[in-house]
């Protein structure tokens, strides 16, 4: 009986230095851009956006979107999933959007007017607050431990410093008056 029980505490031993180490690690770009993708795709779903917002928005990729940027990648790609979904499901559903009943109601109408509007700061804003409120919805459903949330805030501010960088590159500096809606929004 001795020698199950120190094995055992052995076991829990050996297994909570592969657990501490787990919690104590940074955050890996993949994992990053798995939880942009999925926070911005659900709540994407969530909202019900309207299709024709989404793909207006990404008709007009370079004026929304900095190329390369690990933050903008997730949320472009996010946008595109939601709209292959959309446009080639298929659902047979009794809503005149012609969503199924599980999506959401749509996007209220001020963010989808601020969306289509010709204003460069407006539309930047309206992305920037849902990239913001996804993001918010992503921490709350996955109960991240602070210590994670810490270190995913911060791997999220690295995507933003690469994305600026990206945009310095690509001298896209002008089609972003105040800064990167994405990434403003994530971080």
């Not at 911005?40 to 990729?61: H, P």
Request: aromatic share 10%.
């Amino acid at each position: 009986m001795k020698i199950l029980a120190a094995a055992a505490i052995g076991f829990l031993g050996f297994a909570g230095t592969f657990w501490m180490q787990d919690r104590e690690r940074p955050v890996t770009s993949g994992e990053r851009t798995r939880f942009l993708f999925h926070g911005v795709y659900e709540g994407l779903i969530e909202d019900g956006a309207q299709a024709e917002v989404v793909e207006r928005v990404l008709a007009k990729r370079t004026e929304w979107f900095v190329g390369k940027c690990p933050i903008c990648d997730s949320v472009v790609s996010a946008f595109q999933a939601y709209l292959d979904l959309c446009k080639r499901h298929g659902w047979k559903t009794d809503r005149k959007d012609g969503l199924p009943m599980w999506f959401g109601g749509g996007l209220p109408k001020e963010t989808v007017e601020a969306l289509k509007s010709d204003d460069v700061k407006r539309c930047h804003g309206a992305l920037q607050s849902l990239v913001g409120k996804y993001v918010g919805r992503r921490f709350e459903t996955l109960q991240m431990t602070a210590g994670r949330k810490d270190r995913m805030q911060e791997a999220l501010k690295i995507g933003m410093k690469e994305g600026l960088n990206r945009m310095k590159e690509s001298g896209s500096e002008e089609l972003f008056p105040t800064s990167c809606p994405s990434c403003e929004g994530a971080n």
